[in-house]
């Protein structure tokens, strides 16, 4: 079984994206699901580097970049514990996510406090 996942992303004049949406063959959305953000990373065992695509449109949210990072940091972590079994690293990953999401919290508190 093959299935091609597809993302679209609309640009402004400036090249920002203005929309991004995806769509996958074997997915059960019958139509495509529309994202504010998009991190895609790859792995090209023969360079041993990481290939990226970090995309955000102008309605992402501060705190829905947070909330994005903190989920991703969390699933990275469970994603490299089944890979590894290393679980007091990813310990660690998860009380990093969760100090960083903390610091997040705090700041917001700061700047509602500040107007």
Known sequence: MKSTITINVD???N???SDISWSATASTA????????VMLSLWDGAERAALRIDLWTKEM????MADFFYQSMMTMADTYGRATQYHDQV??????AQEFYKKFQEKQL???KAT
């Open 11 to 13: 640009l402004d004049e």
């Open 110 to 112: 700061e700047q509602q």
């Open 61 to 64: 949210m501060v705190d829905e």
């Open 91 to 96: 310990k660690e990953m998860k009380d990093f």
């Open 30 to 37: 019958e139509k495509e699901k529309r994202a504010k953000a």
């Open 15 to 17: 090249k920002v994206p």
